[in-house]
């Protein structure tokens, strides 16, 4: 469903994801990715969420990142993704996490879902992100300081 939700975002290209990576990222002996997976009534998946933790030092306390959301076409409407997102909230309730958080694309359909449940759109903070040769080029100055002090 991961390469669904990419072709869904109009990227399928740039989804690698295995199956492989993904069972080792949800179930090593100390997995940082954890996952939901909703199902019909014959039992077949419909749609997931993949989460992991994040801190907020102001509060305090950790929260949920929500790093995808996705129901397959034919059971939007269904109430799945509403009680994906539920049982996420309720993780945040019992572990007294202060905050679910998630980005969407800027043109999804779900904004007004999102709205619908008392979501925010946080619009004072701007994402930013280091990948590819940028991010190995600031990764060699880490290595190359590292060498001159010995460590």
């Given at each position: 469903?991961?390469?669904?939700?990419?072709?869904?975002?109009?990227?399928?290209?740039?989804?690698?994801?295995?199956?492989?990576?993904?069972?080792?990222?949800?179930?090593?002996?100390?997995?940082?990715?954890?996952?939901?997976?909703?199902?019909?009534?014959?039992?077949?998946?419909?749609?997931?969420?993949?989460?992991?933790?994040?801190?907020?030092?102001?509060?305090?306390?950790?929260?949920?990142?929500?790093?995808?959301?996705?129901?397959?076409?034919?059971?939007?409407?269904t109430g799945a993704g509403?009680?994906?997102?539920?049982?996420?909230?309720d993780i945040c309730v019992?572990?007294?996490?202060?905050?679910?958080?998630?980005?969407?694309?800027?043109?999804?359909?779900?904004a007004g879902f999102y709205?619908?449940?008392?979501?925010?759109?946080?619009?004072?903070?701007?994402?930013?992100?280091?990948?590819?040769?940028?991010?190995?080029?600031?990764?060699?100055?880490?290595?190359?300081?590292?060498?001159?002090?010995?460590?």
């Open positions: 469903m991961v390469h669904e939700l990419a072709e869904y975002e109009r990227a399928p290209d740039e989804c690698h994801l295995t199956t492989d990576q993904l069972t080792s990222a949800l179930f090593s002996t100390a997995p940082a990715l954890f996952g939901h997976v909703a199902v019909d009534e014959r039992d077949e998946p419909i749609g997931f969420a993949l989460w992991f933790l994040n801190f907020s030092t102001w509060a305090g306390v950790h929260g949920v990142y929500l790093e995808d959301l996705y129901v397959r076409p034919a059971a939007r409407g509403r009680l994906l997102l539920a049982t996420l909230a019992r572990r007294d996490y202060r905050r679910l958080e998630w980005w969407m694309i800027d043109w999804n359909p779900a709205a619908s449940i008392g979501a925010q759109q946080m619009s004072e903070w701007v994402p930013y992100r280091l990948s590819g040769d940028a991010l190995r080029e600031l990764a060699g100055q880490a290595t190359a300081a590292n060498t001159r002090s010995g460590d």
